[in-house]
Nanobody
């Protein structure tokens, strides 16, 4: 699976952005999807995940209530709607594909395929 992330940019504190991750190659709907992010000097951290059917989603506490993940299996695309953005959300955002068990859904090691990352900058 090849993943192409897009939609990053510069936004003010409190603003919104929508990230997209388009997949090509193997059947998109065979994989759970996730977004991770990495800020300068920090480790890559889990943001949100969605099961391959789209029926279950999992959010990190830091984004719960502000971010929403969704997927369109017909378009082989996963989306991340980010509202009420904060300066601490500034990071490179990566989409990932895999089939982690529930206990590993937030572990980067559980994902097989990664997009190239898209930069989100939130100014204060």
């Amino acid at each position: 699976v090849q993943l192409q992330a897009s939609g990053g940019g510069l936004v003010q504190d409190g603003g919104s952005l929508r990230l997209s991750c388009a997949a090509s190659g193997r059947a998109f709907n065979n994989y759970g999807m996730a977004w991770f992010r990495q800020a300068p000097g920090n480790e890559r951290e889990f943001v949100v995940g969605i099961r391959k059917s789209g029926g279950r989603t999992y959010y990190s506490d830091s984004v719960k209530g502000r971010f929403t993940i969704s997927r369109d299996n017909d378009k082989s695309t996963v989306y991340l709607q980010m509202n009420s953005l904060k300066p601490e959300d500034t990071a490179v955002y990566y989409c990932a594909a895999g089939n982690p068990i529930l206990s590993s859904i937030s572990s980067a090691d559980a994902y097989y395929y990664w997009g190239q990352g898209t930069l989100v900058t939130v100014s204060s």
